[in-house]
């Protein structure tokens, strides 16, 4: 049991009840679950979660059969059927892990006709705020199995069938969770590509899937600024047709001219929005492209399900390699359908009747579980949120929270440390009565944001969840449960059921009690990644190699003496910007395109809002010289190589690279004058120790 010590015994060290936490900066202060909360919980106290946790250790079987009462198992019951076959030492054989491998299900069958069949069919799934704060709408489970089945309808009548891929770039829109469960229905792989990125990253995840289908719309509005989907899937339909790759139909959702409907202007009788898209025409290619609206219109409501394996595909979703090359991170279905459901209910501790909000996009692995899966499996009344927390004031996420009476609220660290900076005020002003949990996932997240969160958009009375969790995990695995955990500011505390964390160290022994190390998990739980898509050697030598019989994260940890885990960060080339996981080497071969650089090196360093930025340093070719605009170029060279959330923050010069003898960049040093650090420790190793001072020369006064 990873729970040491006696945690309880520690709560009358800074625990507050409704009412603020003070800082202080030890691993010491317990902030205990509201007795509000703990009261109506599922999970009421630690010696429950204990409980329950030590079963689903000790007996995972007969843990997760009596959760699998709740779900719907074609032909034979799920229980007749292999419950759990894996393997974790590479050592031993191929890597493997089969939950009732045999069964057959359908995830868009148990998350709507289930819920219509058990009285839901008039019940909200999902309320749609819009951009501009006039524009909403919302949909019944009733409507949504409808709407689901035409679109499964609309990709059967194109052609596509099981284990076909089908790429999906679009904005936060109902359009989008229908478009998942469409696929889901007729057994089709969703591989969702976040709209954030480029055409030619589109292009590439599109390429490796092999995605002859995609979905998107025609553009999307992010505050003040309209971004045009349609126009960046042509340019990535186009790269992937340089490599053969014949995209065959591009669904597009009409959705510019609907925003803004109710919001007129008198003058000229027409909405803000309408007037500044109205000479824009959306590219249509009319063998190629289809709108959505007429092939729905024309759809069949009723779509039979397709039942499929517990071990078939779900989807797909790329994550940042460390070689640069994404990674198409492979789901199936039960073990995500049972992950996502249970985790959600627990640590958000969802009832009936409670309204629900992540502010995740769907784009990624957070939107998949938490907007998507987790919420309709348990039948939930969520908020889906096309805008940005900024627009049309720094007010919007709590206008929202009000407006709905959000009761459970996920977001990020980096949009709470970004709020922070505009002060009390804008949370203050408004009401946020009816949040009764906060939750946090992407990033550590610091004390005191934390504490920020908890005192001021909490008032002191909401617990927060502070989830650590992957795309590679399906669902959250180390994350407090609202009514049970006694939190630690910054620490993501104990593991989720059927979860074994482990801390190793380098050479791979396992660290008991308080120590930090390598974060490693001994044993599969249903949700976690299969495979990585079409590349089952990568999946080994990324997570199982460094540490055979365990999967390794990536992440570093400690555990303190009272048990509670704190991530401590990626311990790979990989940094996390404002919760999105870069690879270095993903930045230096788009840096290295631009024909001024002849080597390039990315590194992280701290930052207040984003939690990492990226600081680069670029050898330039013969002929070429620094100056502000190559450095323009150079960000905006990484912007449509990545995306702009990936536009470094500081370039530097860099008249060479700190190397070792064999020629590796030593990228501890780059960190040290990324933070203006001059303890640079042992340089020995260095092919030449004068380059330090070179580096040092052409820092930038204020990075
Ligand atoms: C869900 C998600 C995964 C990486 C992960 C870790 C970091 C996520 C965290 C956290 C500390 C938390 N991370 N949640 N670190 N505390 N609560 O973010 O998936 O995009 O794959 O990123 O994010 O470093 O390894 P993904």
Redesign the pocket.
Known sequence: MPVTGNPEANMSNGTVESNSVPEQENESQVVKPPSEISKNAYVKSLDEYEAMYKRSISDPEGFWKDILADFHFQEKQADDKSFLTYNFDINKGPVSIKWLEGAKTNISYNLLDRNVQKGLGDTIAFYWEGNDPKDESKITYGELLKEVCKFANVLKNLGVKKGDRVAIYMPMIMELPIAMLGCARIGAIHSIVFGGFSADSLADRMIDAQATVLITSDGVWRGEKIIHLKEISDKAIAKCGDSNLDVKHCIVVNHLPRLAVNKVDESTNQSPVKRKQFDYLTPFDETRDKWYHELIEKADDVCPPEWVDAEDPLFMLY?SGSTGKPKGVLHTTAGYMVYAATTFKYVFDYHPGDIYWCTADIG???GHTYVTYGPLANGATSVIFEGTPFYPTNSRFWDVVDKYKVNQFYTAPTAIRSLMKFGDNFVKQCNRSSLKILG??????NPEAWLWYYNVVGDGRCPIV???????TGGHVITPLPGATPSKPGS?TFPFFGVLPVLLTEEGKEIEGPGEGYLVFKKPWPGMMRSVYGDHDRFEATYFKRFPGYYF???GAKRDKDGYIW?T??VDDML?VS???LSTAQVESALIEHKAVAESAAVAMPHKVKGEALYCFVTLRDGFEFSSQLEGELKLKVREKIGAFAAPEVIQLAPALPKTRSGKIMRRILRKIAVGDSNFGDTSTLADESVIDLLLQHRPEAP
């Open positions: 994550t990624w692995i957070t946090t996932v992407g990033e550590p997240i502070d989830t650590y969790w992957q795309t590679e993501a994260t990536g992440d991530i960060g990626r996390n919760g999105h996981l």
